[in-house]
């Protein structure tokens, strides 16, 4: 079974901090992937990043950046010099197979609900 | 065009009502989901169609009827709710369903059973 867990429900920031929201993740399978959306309070989920589980190079999105460490199965996102913007609910999610067959099943941590104050 | 469209944003039914949600996108996409959100929780998924067909059921009751009529049309049709059925409702779409696929989210639909 594949488990993913964002151990902080909630952080509150100042703008301009900068601010790391954690993601550790559980499975047994060598193939995987793992991804970052953000939920702005208007409803939809926003892709932000895909990494696939033989790819551990750090990567940098202007202010955003992600660290993805295999030996600690954590993929862990930062939000450099935060916005009032970034204000949103972020999820992390583990993708695999489906046991038994070809589809794949993305599971969702429980999200983190990042509050930046002006 | 990077657009899911969802309508109604918000609806407001009782138990005996039958409604639809109705989700729209123009990307060629040829995968669609309809997930299911409760407040504060994360999303969970409901339904796959893959290339208009359903390929993923995740042991929704049947008082959920989702309908794939084209490739870039998928439907949510409602009968006989329970008002723990209110959550926010949210579809997707991908360009096909592979482990590496990112998705694209509407705004969903707002559902509250009174």
């Known amino acids: 079974a594949q488990k993913v867990t964002q151990a902080q429900t909630e952080i509150s920031v100042v703008e301009k901090e900068d601010v790391t929201l954690d993601c550790v993740y559980e499975t047994r399978d060598t193939t995987y992937y793992l991804f970052w959306y953000k939920q702005p309070p208007s409803g939809e989920l926003v892709f932000l990043i895909r990494?696939?589980?033989?790819?551990?190079q750090n990567e940098i999105s202007g202010r955003y950046s992600w660290n993805f460490q295999k030996s600690t199965s954590s993929f862990n996102f930062t939000i450099t010099a935060s916005q009032v913007v970034d204000s949103a609910v972020y999820f992390c999610a583990l993708s695999e197979a489906r046991s038994g067959g070809s589809n794949y099943k993305l599971t969702f941590g429980k999200g983190t609900l990042l509050t930046v104050n002006p | 065009d990077t657009e899911v469209t969802q309508t109604p944003k918000h609806l407001v039914m009782g138990m005996t009502n039958k409604k639809s949600l109705k989700c729209e996108q123009h990307m060629g996409h040829r995968a669609m989901y309809w997930y299911k959100q409760k407040a504060k929780k994360p999303p969970e998924l409901m339904f796959v169609y893959s290339y208009e067909k359903l390929s993923i059921n995740e042991s929704v009751p049947s008082r959920f009827s989702p309908e794939c009529p084209n490739s870039s049309l998928l439907n949510l049709h409602l009968h006989a709710l329970q008002p723990e059925d209110s959550a926010l409702y949210l579809c997707?779409?991908?360009?096909?369903?592979?482990?590496?696929?990112?998705?694209?989210f509407g705004q969903g639909t707002r559902l509250t059973v009174v």
């Open positions: 990494r696939n589980s033989f790819d551990e």
């Open positions: 997707a779409s991908s360009s096909r369903t592979g482990m590496n696929t990112e998705a694209f």
